[in-house]
């Protein structure tokens, strides 16, 4: 399974910016995918993710900023991001869980917002 994750960028604060994530090697119509961050000495969390059937799950510190969605045949996950914060500064990683369970990492993407 390969994540390839873009989209990342420098913006300031109150921009916006938009996350692709293109996978392969699975089923992704069958797969829970998403996004989780990880700001420099803390550790990984997640951001948003969303399930075969389209159920989403968010961050309580980006619901109703950030917006997951999907494609499955284009087997893409996108995190639109919106009103962002200095303290949305962080890797991204996109995030996929197979239809048998197995979890796999993205390579990471740099989102830096400035104040």
């Known amino acids: 399974v390969q994540l390839q994750a873009s989209g990342g960028g420098l913006v300031q604060t109150g921009g916006s910016l938009r996350l692709s994530c293109v996978a392969s090697g699975t089923i992704f119509s069958l797969s829970a995918v998403g996004w989780y961050r990880q700001a420099p000495g803390n550790q990984r969390e997640l951001v948003a993710v969303i399930t075969p059937p389209g159920s989403t799950n968010y961050a309580d510190s980006v619901k109703g900023r950030f917006t997951i969605s999907r494609d499955d045949a284009k087997r893409t996950v996108t995190l639109q991001m919106n009103s962002l914060k200095p303290e949305d500064t962080a890797v991204y990683y996109c995030?996929?869980?197979?239809?048998?369970?197995?979890?796999?990492w993205g390579q990471g993407t740099l989102v830096t917002v400035s104040s």
């Open positions: 995030w996929i869980s197979t239809s048998n369970s197995r979890a796999y």
